[in-house]
Each structure stands twice: as structure tokens, then as C-alpha cells.
């Protein structure tokens, strides 16, 4: 079964919009929850991570914002441009003795002009 | 410097045949891990080796698909038989060490199409 949920499966913005990215999840072990992106014919690169011991963590214009008593985390970027069209994938690791990621479905993101 | 390279970066094969991905992790990585890719979906878990040993290899699908990584550096994903079905991208990561504290950097896949 999926392990990390995503919403939605698509998303468009105008530029200088906010883009907000939804990730939910029900594994209470994982302790580590990553924001890849994507771009065509590209392998995920790293945009931004969150351990469950804070509630929010902000890097230039991405944001993380998680609940952990939900067992929800969700990516905001501010001021949305052109150049963050790409996929967004939310994963997260920490389940007992394995370190490899669980990734959502994906959230592609055009931003219109 | 560089980053992770996966060769080729294209695969065509038919049916039944074998066939083998190259993974060149980042200097001084010693986890590696191999995800797959299919279209429109995330990456999913595959194997992950700390050093030489494949310390999981839990989403391996089947045994025709196998990887090794003799020296502790770069790897190999072998696929016998080849399906239809395991046409996708095959990603690989590496990062510095073990743990979840570690980022892992992606490669920029190998797309494997089986006819």
C-alpha cells in the first residue's frame, strides 16, 4: 500500500502565487520527511527536509510545514515562478531498520507566466 | 564535483533478453541505493547496499532482478528475462553514509523500455 499520500496530482499557478503541496502518512516510526523535485528527464534532487521535532522549517521561498499529530506535512512555495514548474515528491524514511525513502505519488506543478 | 552517473541512459530491449544498469555513486558514498521509476508515479525502493553487502533488498519484485556492488563503489542492477512490465526508469542514490539522517543524491536514471 502507498505509504506516503500526496494531493493534489496536479497543480497550476500564476506567477508570484503561492503553490501548496499536500503529503500524509501513517507510519508513527518515520522520522525524516524530504521534498524532492523533479524535472523532466532528471533524476529527484533534494529541495528541502523536516524532522518531526519542529512544526515548520522555511528556505528561501519553500516552506515544510508538519503536524505530527496529524501525520501530515505539506510544502508551500511563496512567490511561485516559471522555473519551479517541475514535479514535486514528498517521500519519508525512519521505518526500524531500513533507510530507503517512501515516496509519494508526485504533484505536478506549472506556473503560468 | 560530480554527482551520481547511471549508464546507459537508455535502454531498448526485447522480451526475455538481459540486461545490465551501471551506477557510478558519488566519491567516498558508502550507501547506495536503486529505486524504480514508473511513469507518473514516485520512485520506489529496490535495494540498498551499505559498503559491498546489500543491507535490503525488500523490494526487489522478483528473482530476475539482482544487483551487486563488488568493491563498495560502483554497482550493477541486473534484470534476466526482461519483462514488459519492467519497462520504467531506474533511478539510482547514493549518500555519504547509512541513516536517515543522510540526504540521498539521485542519478539521473536509466529508462529502460522493454518491447
Known amino acids: 500500500q502507498q505509504q506516503v499520500k500526496q494531493s493534489p ?36 534532487a533534494l529541495l528541502i527536509a523536516i524532522r518531526p521535532d519542529v512544526s515548520e522549517k522555511k528556505e528561501g521561498r519553500f516552506t515544510i510545514s508538519f503536524n505530527k499529530s496529524a501525520k501530515q506535512f505539506s ?3 511563496m512567490d511561485s515562478q516559471p522555473g519551479d514548474s517541475a514535479t514535486y515528491f514528498c517521500a519519508a524514511s525512519g521505518t526500524t531498520g531500513a533507510n530507503n525513502l517512501f515516496f509519494g505519488t508526485g504533484t505536478r506543478l506549472t506556473v503560468i507566466p | 564535483g560530480a554527482g551520481v552517473s547511471q ?25 547506495l541505493y536503486w529505486y524504480r521509476q514508473s511513469l507518473g ?13 546489500a543491507a535490503d533488498d525488500s523490494g526487489l519484485p522478483n528473482d530476475r532482478f539482482f544487483a551487486v556492488r563488488p568493491e563498495g563503489s560502483v554497482s550493477t542492477l541486473k534484470i534476466q ?4 512490465g519492467d519497462s520504467a526508469v531506474y533511478l539510482c542514490a547514493s549518500s ?3 541513516g536517515t ?10 529508462r529502460l523500455l522493454v518491447l
Open chain 1, 9 to 44: 496530482q496536479s497543480l497550476i499557478v500564476q506567477k508570484g502565487g503561492i503553490s501548496i503541496i499536500n503529503c500524509a502518512y501513517e507510519n508513527t516510526a518515520f522520522d525524516y520527511f524530504p521534498w524532492y523535485q523533479q524535472f523532466p528527464g532528471k533524476g529527484p
Open chain 1, 75 to 77: 510544502l508551500h512555495i
Open chain 2, 7 to 31: 549508464t546507459p541512459s537508455n535502454k531498448v530491449t526485447e522480451k526475455g533478453k538481459y540486461v545490465e544498469l551501471r551506477c557510478d555513486p558519488i566519491s567516498g558514498h558508502t550507501a
Open chain 2, 41 to 53: 508515479q514516485g520512485p520506489e525502493f529496490l535495494i540498498y547496499f551499505q559498503g559491498t553487502g
Open chain 2, 81 to 84: 528475462r526482461t519483462e514488459r
Open chain 2, 96 to 98: 555519504l553514509s547509512s
Open chain 2, 101 to 110: 539522517k543522510e540526504t540521498q543524491y539521485f542519478g539521473p536514471g536509466t
